[in-house]
């Protein structure tokens, strides 16, 4: 208390006692407006201690100024006792303005005071909180109270102690499961599951005692047992306390048959749960052969207990393992250890070293796993990944995640003993060996401490990873080339003569080139592990060298035998005998067979699966022999063969495809080929154009491989493009199948709305018994097809009330008007005798009127009318609903016993006419419409009395009795009947006494002809009593008369609703989805759980009012975009909120129009929404669901209880559904008062049960030095203020690796149930598609033939397509990947695997085999797709489900376009190099190996290969025509035409104009929206510039794929979700675009512009220009593109400013700490980069391919006049001179501008004078004495300008080397020009196109074409970057 007494004396002195200014702190007390103190932005230090106090003041400032002070006062006291210095961050200026605050309330307080001390306030304030159940807040107050009691002396105030520890474990925050707040009564714990499961864990009976534990007698339950043994956390326990009874409760209930009491826990649900989550465990132990520590007592009673035991202990080692759950056998290593610690002690067994009881090796102290166990392996996995040097450093110098965790994989884990031996090399994350001590006890004892290195794999960057992981697709495709050029070589006419000898001999040789390839894989093979040969078994390093042997012996015999069979004349390779009849075998054929018997098995085997999962997983010493040989011994990767139906599925496509894939290639590729090529080498070239090193080289060599080399690159190429029309082929009959686009517009909705409520209840009404299996046509022709009509009617209700809450969702996100809603919805009302469920109006409104022209133009029988209208379904109901609300209406209305029968008499001739079917008789039916239209002014008038609350009761009356009067009279051929009760009753009236007329109704009066007559003036008195007024405001017949009225008055205008074409998108794919097949779906009590799990960094929450209102960069807002692109949106909303909008409406309105994480939350609380709804209609009957949860409670007097509906129903969804935003920096985000905090923090009070997760980093004072503590968080809202609900300490940082995958895994130990959703931040969701899910669950237990897959594939809908023509191009793309793709990937093909995070997790399969994705930095890029090869990989099972769809952003804009296809091309770049992709590739069969190969990296890889093609192509060209070669084979040979050549190029264009994406694309569009609208979609894309969008990818993931691999790089690009569309500078493009596209344009531009010149001697330009318009066309694209579509592109005003930029930019100077976006030097510098971490290989393979520039050189030289012809070498070296030269005046004037610039200014300007004279006077020397022509001054650009960039780039390959010497400098100024230059030869043509005015208004039209259809306003928004200066 002395630091207390020490503020009281500090406070004092503020007021000295005896003051004189009593009236002056009056007056300030009657002045006081109590202020909220900033409760939220405090030092995380701070908060979990300090926060509660200082919000407690906020909420009492009002009620009791002073109890606040003093809960400030001792929120100061409790600071400065933590922290006296203020050291901490953040600490000492909170203590400041605390201390501000306390001197300012310090005396009024004491003035405003309620009582007579500062106990009694507390005391009387605390009694009061705690009679209204305000329990946190009574809590703190008790703890404030005790502080100033004993403060002051007045201890008699405080309650008990053990009151007081009582009171605070029932103020207990919780999550979901209240089981320390007290609150056992709860909706939730009343649940059977719930209390069995919780029955279950609380079981202690039996478990020995703990000693030394702070527990004193039993413990509360076996979790809080557990964390006494081993030392778990309390908030991790309490975490899995309740993750465990959830998990038990949802398994338990699901359990069938039912068990006898629902309140105790079955045992099968926890032997289900146990088998799941030690799956792995047991295969772990089973691999590395050692018995799982399991041990069951021999009591039937106790062993329910140990398996609950051991199964939360896995859960607690799994809840606090940190970054160690992303290494699952890890985890296994550890739970064996502990779990046979456990046994121990439960069966008391004494340890022979001590004599005493086993106890665990980390006791139960505070922390001790987490401090003992997990920190000293994360610090490992720390260590190696810093050494990653941020993904600069090479894969193979740091161990990853998979390195550390397959060491585990090993029984050389089990030398890490327990407790670990921290000596172990295992710990060593240090190159250099060191001496350590290997205990405490001894140091002296040392051993040797070494870096184990890579296990099991290296990543090492090379191309050859790509043969090593497929040497199979290789091995077959050269060997296919080889067969096919012998046979094409012979020119084979039949099959037959393939037994020719020759042809044989030929053929066999493909067992030399197989033997030879063998031998080149095992090389490569050993080559690329070597690094890892450390951490092998001894068995593996033996399997190596045997197979090393092996290949290198048949590597050289069957050369060997082959050679010497070719060469013997006794016996050839085959040589029939004629006279004998037989052959004789040559060794070769015996060696061959020989070498075929392991293939011969292979192919056996691969026709029984089975059998070969049995070898690869089966223990049996034989088994691990062959396994041993033909796989490396892995934990993984064993077991993955598929179902036998499905390998042939698989199989017989790839037969057919690669089929036709050969013959076209023999036909148009080879074959071709070989004519020319005998003539190539029959034809002698003595005299070359340029100086030949090798002239002497036989049969033209140099041109047979200019020749041969692009067709062999398309050939190895164009599978894809096979994969590609057969994917489109097969994927489309698939899609046919499955009963995609059943409903593809919203005609044909309404066609078969009358078929939806059995579709309906056959898939998503939960009827009380399913039968498990069965046939899926059997049930499918059982509940959507033989439905009967009473079941039919039965459901129609349950179909109607999720129809209006998919309406009402519509327009509650105001995608529909009001008036839209009443159209669309089926009303359920019962009263006024209507049926249960009516259409919707938007079905019957144009049948109506139909129905009446109809009736009016016929003429014939009753009958023949009605078989034409009940035709009609729809018309029928129409005319029926309308008749029935009108007699149900005017029943209502009419009050006089006349009356009532009149209509009586009336209705009841209308329907005994249409029973004696004699209407067209008794009735007159021309006169039809103009009953209908006095109808429509009745019922106007009474939706007018209804909206306007106006009395027009007259003018009803007169409505009403001028309708009876036509109908009675104009209408009804004998309405006599009806007259005559009229009159009778008048008759009456008038011989009658008073009484009885006061009864009779004067509505009805005729006059002497017997018409009726309306009112006179002398009936006044009379009026009120006609009819029954006013009317209800609410209620059935309001809705009836306005549905009437709708009914009557809308014709074609129904047409178009809803008009809203996203609306009529998800009504047709919820239509269409309910004809698909989906599994019939649970009650949601028996349902699978889920979990949905967002990462958030720092993107946008919601948009901020300033965001919103004000302009960017003076251009259009975000507000005035949304309003432009969404009119009608914008129009629903105003109408919605009766045009009185807040601006909290208007930001949500536009942040559910962007990609924002509000949008995200919304879409996926939908599934909570859906699930309530459902659990509804589970348990209501049809009564129930007309009346809704609200009345049903009202009727129950139960709306507020616990035992309510609504309370169950809540209950019972926490239960199913759990949500976390994974929100990893919003601790530092709050504390530093970022908005995005408090937007999330909205988030959580808008949607109750959403949870957000984060990671809390604060300082803490250890030994008078700052350390950084670290923890996971989960928080709730609670009165709009974040509560904290569970804190698990962290061993340090868990963010070590790639972001997004660790920072899901620190939040998945929050998440629960039994399946997980990992949806990211741009997504979105419907209703009716969250209506969904639980089917979908249900394919997780589906029984098909299949394995229970662990990964469910989502379809995704893009849903920016329409912002731009490019985000259409994206969208497409996207869709037809998604869907045609995914489709076929699935099944057949079967090798799916995580694409996309719509995809459902099985979620206990997962968290323990490593989680749902990597993240190991850099290799991990694509962390999501390695979750699917990791779920292959161990034996998971991947499907794809497409009657369900999640909504999906993408980006907009051409550069946010380009980042993200640069990052999916790094991330392919980086797969290729892991061992995932090596994996799978070597334990695929060969045919789905081929399907992984082209549909993961074989794509990126086939891209670069056809923008390889071309640079192969042009530059043999180059050679050919440079050489001379060319001419000579043009003029001696007359080759001129090589149709091979023309198929080259035709093949490298089909993947260059994105066709390879536009089949799939079409086909999928056809199937969805019809051929035609897919064909009109097509063309208009191409009409839009498509193909050069899609030219310019291809550029975009060949140059980052190549990149990636040869040099490293991968990073994550930013691209940033934005919605609005803007201006990008030129700068901003040149930096993106420099390197990966505008430098190889322009390279293809001098090879095309070089081949043009030398060549046109002798070729025609129309022939030149039909072999390379693609390749003009790909460089023109690649330079200008990123122009053409950018918005504003062509705006003179835009140009002005991006020049201006570019200059700034490029005259900038660079240094450290300058942005690359701000100087041309740093960008330089940044782009270089990856250079100066390549290892060597790269280095030399880089320089290498800079020395084609310097072909340039050599060959124009000689072709230059001032050589007169001379091909001597000296010529080539000459030209170097002038290299020399250039370099030398660059250097001079760089030393000049150094030196002279600044104080000699006037001598360095002559010194440039000089120079540049002397140049101009060196050219006109040579042009007149050196015969120098102007034509040799354009291939001395040509020459030179190539030259020295290749100089450039080895430059900067070499630049450590370099800048050694000095010369750095010069090379930079070089560059510059360089850049300089090709910026200038862009902006040039940019600016030429920009003057003229049309250009602009073309490109906006082309850009925005959608935008133009729907009439917006463009032209603002476009200006939306205007900067202005």
Known sequence: MESRLRIVQAMEEIVPEGSSQPSQWRLRAARHSPEPFDSEKLPPILVSEIRRFLRVANELERESPRAAYLCRFHAFEKIHTMDQNSSGRGVRQLKTSLLQRLERDEEVTKLLRLQKSDARELEYLYLKKKSENALEIAFVLMEVLKAVSFTDGHEQFLPAGGDIKEKSESYSPYNILPFDSGDSQNAIMLLPEIEASISAIRNVRGLPSIENSCETGLPLDLLYWLQNLFGFQTGSVSNQREHLVLLLANMHVRQNPKPALATKLDDRAVDELMGKLFRNYRNWCKFLGRKCNFWLPSVKQEIQQHKILYIALYLLIWGEASNLRLMPECLCYIFHHMAYELYGVLSSAVSLNTGKKVVPAYGGQNESFLRNVVTPIYKVIYEEAQKNKNGVSDHSKWRNYDDLNEFFWSTNCFKLGWPLRLENDFFCTSFSSKQISTSKESPNETCEWKWLGKTNFVEVRSFWHLFRSFDRLWTFLLLALQMMTIMAWHELETPLELFDPEVFDGIMSIFVTNAILRFLQVVIDISLMWGARQNMEFSQRLRYLIKFLVALIWAITLPVSYATSQGSSVCSTMQFQSDAGNFCISLYLIFVLIYLISNFIGVALFFVPAVTHYIETSSWLACSIISWWTQSHLYVGRGMQEAQVSLLKYTIFWVILLSCKLLFSYHFQIKPLIEPTKHIM??????????????????????????????????????????????????????????????????????????????????????????????????????????????????????????????????????????????????????????????????????????????????????????????????????????????????????????????????????????????????????????????????????????????????????????????INDMMVEGGRILDIIDSSYGQERGGDVSLMQHVSHMFKSDSRGFIVPFSQSDEGTRNSVLRFPLPDKGPLKDQIKRLFLMLTVKEAALDIPANLEVRRRISFFATSLFMDMPPAPKVRNMLSLSIMTPYFLEEVKFSEDELRLSQDGGASILYYMQKIYPDEWKNLLERFNYNITDDDTRCWASFRGQTLSRTVRGMMYYRKALKLQAFLDICSNQDIAKGCIAIERDKNQKNSQNSLAAKLDALIDMKFTYIISCQMFGLQKAAGDSHAQDIIDLMSRYPSLRVAYIEEKEEIVDGKPHKVYSSVLIKAVNNLDQEVYRIKLPGPPIIGEGKPENQNHAIIFTRGEALQAIDMNQDNNFEEAYKMRNLLQEFIRHSGQPHPTILGLREHIFTGSISSLAGFMSYQETSFVTIGQRFLANPLRVRFHYGHPDLFDRIFHITQGGISKASKTINLSEGVFSGFNSILRQGHVTYHEYMQVGKGRDVGLNQISKFEAKLANGNGEQTLSRDIYRLGHRFDFFRLLSFYFTTVGYYFNNLISVFVVYVFLYGRLYLVLSGVERALIIDARLQHIKSLETVLATQSFLQLGLLTGLPMVMELGLEKGFLSAMSNFILMQLQLAASFFTFSLGTKAHHFGRTILHGGAKYRPTGCKFVVFHAGFTENYQLYSRSHFVKGIELIFLLSVYNLFSMSYESSIAHMMITYSTWFMAINWLFVPFLFNPSGFAWRMIVEDWADWNKWMNNVGGIGVQPEKCWESWWNTENAHLRHSGLCSRIIEILLCLRFFIYQYGLVYHLDISQKNKNIVVYMLSWFVILAVFLLVKIVGEGSRRLSTNYHLIYRFLKLLIFLSVLAGIFTMLCVCRLSVMDLVICCLAFLPTGWGLLSVAQTLRPKIEEYGVWEPVKVVAQAYDYGMGGLLFIPIAVLAWMPLISTIQTRVLFNQAFTRQLQIHPILYGKNRNR
Not at 854 to 879: N, P, Q, T, W
Not at 902 to 924: H, Q
């Open 682 to 967: 029959k034809v002698s070239i003595n005299t070359y154009d340029w100086h030949e090193f090798f002239p002497e080289v036989q049969n033209n060599a140099g041109a047979i491989l200019a020749v041969w080399a692009p067709i062999l690159l398309v050939y190895v190429m164009d599978t894809q493009i096979w994969y590609s029309i057969f994917c489109a082929i097969f994927g489309g009959v698939c899609g046919i199948v499955r009963h995609l686009g059943e409903i593809r517009t919203a005609g044909m909705v309404r066609s078969r709305f009358y078929s939806f409520p059995s579709m309906f209840n056959g898939s998503f009404v939960a009827h009380p018994s399913q039968k498990k299996k069965g046939s899926i046509f059997k049930d499918i022709l059982k509940n959507k097809v033989c439905k009967s009509t009473e079941a039919e009617r039965d459901e129609l209700p349950k179909f109607a009330h999720v129809w209006n809450q998919i309406i009402a969702n519509f327009r509650s996100e105001d995608l529909i008007s009001n008036r839209e809603m009443d159209m669309m919805i089926m009303p359920l009302s019962s009263k006024f005798g209507g049926t249960s469920a009516r259409w919707p109006l938007f079905l019957l409104a144009m049948k109506f009127s139909s129905a009446v022209n109809m009736a009016r133009d016929y003429v014939g029988k009753h009958e023949k009318l009605s078989r034409k209208i009940k035709k009609d379904k729809y018309m029928f109901y129409a005319i029926k609903e309308c008749y029935d609300t009108l007699k149900n209406v005017f029943n209502f209305l009419v009050v006089g016993d006349l009356d009532k029968r009149v209509l009586r008499a009336l209705f009841d001739d209308i329907e005994t006419s249409i029973r004696n079917s004699s209407t067209p008789i008794d009735f007159k039916l021309a006169e039809l419409p103009v009953l209908i239209e006095k109808v429509i002014k009745m019922v106007e008038i009474l939706v007018t009395v209804f909206e306007n609350n106006q009395t027009r009761l007259d003018a009803l009356i007169i409505s009403f009795q001028g309708f009876l009067e036509f109908i």
